[in-house]
């Protein structure tokens, strides 16, 4: 039974990706800890109509309040503001018939970006003492560390392809044809040379790390999941920082699954 449940809920994750979606994301830091965030997404009417219905649905409370609001400059700028942010670059247009907004947020620490920034309130960023000398661990949980352990352990719970009944099989392989243009990249610069990271992060320069998840690296509800709630670690050379470091649970410090 909680198999079966698990499953109704990664196909319902399908559902919705299958509207055609693209984000990226863009944070880079300074050697003070300051830096930007940069965000960028475009989204088919179906994606956004999607959207829409699926927050109303999901929210127990009956808020009906509307997720397309990042769409409005006067209500991103004051959502960032009373996070103490300065929203420095805002743009929307239509392009490959999808609407698209970019916006740009500077921030004074990282920890600003915790529960905040244009990530939403689910975000965790941790700055942490390297395990080589003079380096500076960074963790980042887009949907928080409780929601990705829940993720690792909902995937373990989750039928594969071959475990799953005829219908909802078909169900999800036409699910994948239809999330043919999905598309989410993370992009991090930092202040220091890099030293390692998680395998779900590619290094592409010096200071430069890369993630991208496409609608083909989905091949089954369990990849759907972790992709959902991931974890990313890169430690970097501290020397010159001058960065505020964390003191966190060492459940969140130690290893990931990546």
């Known amino acids: 039974m909680q198999r079966r449940i698990w499953l109704?809920?990664?196909?319902?994750?399908?559902?919705l990706l299958s509207a055609c979606f693209e984000m990226e994301v863009e944070v880079k830091i300074s050697a003070d800890g300051s830096g930007r965030q940069e965000l960028t997404i475009g989204m088919t009417d179906l994606a956004t109509n999607t959207l829409r219905q699926s927050a109303i649905a999901l929210n127990a409370a009956g808020d009906r309040a509307d997720p397309m609001e990042i769409y409005q400059r006067s209500k991103a700028e004051k959502l960032l503001t009373e996070q103490g942010l300065v929203m420095s670059e805002y743009r929307t247009y239509r392009e490959r018939r999808r609407d698209f907004v970019q916006i740009a947020?500077?921030?004074?620490?990282?920890?600003?970006?915790?529960?905040?920034?244009?990530?939403?309130?689910?975000?965790?960023?941790?700055?942490?003492?390297?395990?080589?000398?003079?380096?500076?661990?960074?963790l980042f949980f887009p949907?928080?560390?409780?929601?990705?352990?829940?993720?690792?352990?909902?995937?373990?719970?989750?039928?594969?392809?071959?475990?799953?009944?005829?219908?909802?099989?078909?169900?999800?392989?036409?699910?994948?044809?239809?999330?043919g243009s999905f598309m989410v990249k993370l992009k991090l610069e930092l202040p220091g040379s890099v030293d390692y990271c998680s395998s779900n992060l590619e290094q592409t320069g010096a200071r430069r790390v890369e993630m991208q998840?496409?609608?083909g690296d989905i091949d089954n509800p369990a990849d759907l999941i972790k992709a959902m709630a991931p974890r990313f670690e890169v430690e970097f050379d501290g020397s010159g920082c001058e960065i505020a470091l964390d003191k966190i649970d060492a459940k969140i410090a130690g290893p990931g699954w990546d």
Request: glycine residues 12%; aromatic residues 8%; neutral net charge.
């Open 8 to 15: 109704g809920l990664a196909l319902g994750m399908c559902a």
């Open 213 to 215: 998840v496409n609608a």
């Open 105 to 138: 947020a500077d921030f004074k620490a990282l920890s600003q970006l915790n529960g905040a920034g244009v990530l939403g309130a689910q975000a965790e960023w941790y700055m942490l003492p390297g395990r080589n000398d003079g380096g500076i661990r960074l």
């Open 143 to 179: 949907r928080g560390h409780e929601a990705w352990m829940a993720a690792l352990e909902q995937a373990k719970k989750t039928p594969s392809l071959a475990e799953m009944g005829l219908v909802e099989r078909q169900y999800f392989e036409r699910q994948q044809e239809r999330m």
